[in-house]
């Protein structure tokens, strides 16, 4: 029998050799990486930013040198065909909000919306607001003071709610009430 080496066995004889166990792999990289000195690195990354973005705005000066005079025109139509198409529609927004105020009795200065029908639907809002009697809470008899202190009780006689205060512990109150006593005498 002769011995003539098996292709398949030699392919795997040279793979093992050449692959490193994951272990080793792993071993390999960790010196590499704790030697990385990350601010050099992001100083790096950043000054080749700062090139790129000197780069893009020369690139945009060529461009715009580069441009016709036809081209300039034509961008300079388009932009004033962009605010002339904004001021028609401001104008037709008006019109919108003048005759929905006329129809409803809503100010036109509280309607809000950019088509007709948003300005008719706020109108319909607004206008039930309005028309719904407003619900107010009954009104307070109002406290009557004499000068410019409140009296708190005006049936009870003045040394009475001294007395009261006093003995509820209200200096202030109490102290308010003897110079209104002072100021009326």
Do not use: C
Not at 31 to 46: L, V
Not at 125 to 132: D, R, V
Not at 148 to 170: F, L, M, R, S, Y
């Amino acid at each position: 029998m002769s011995t003539t080496p098996d292709p398949t066995a030699a392919a795997t004889a040279t793979t093992s050799t050449v692959t490193p166990e994951p272990a080793e792999a792993a071993a390999v990289e960790t010196p590499a990486q704790e030697s990385t000195d990350w601010k050099a690195e992001a100083r790096k990354w950043e000054a080749r930013a700062k090139e790129n973005k000197e780069a893009a705005e020369k690139l945009a000066e060529i461009e715009e040198a580069s441009k016709s005079e036809q081209q300039k025109q034509a961008e300079a139509l388009a932009a004033a065909q962009a605010r002339i198409a904004e001021f028609e529609q401001a104008a037709q927004v008006a019109s919108w909000t003048q005759e929905v105020a006329e129809a409803t009795g809503v100010p036109a200065s509280a309607l809000r919306g950019s088509t007709k029908e948003e300005i008719e639907a706020h109108a319909t809002t607004l206008k039930a607001l309005i028309a719904e009697p407003e619900k107010q809470p009954e009104k307070q008899r109002p406290v009557p003071t004499i000068g410019k202190v409140p009296a708190t009780q005006p049936n009870i006689p003045i040394g009475d709610q001294i007395a009261a205060a006093e003995k509820a512990g209200d200096i202030t109150l109490a102290s308010e009430l003897k110079a209104l006593l002072l100021s009326a005498s």
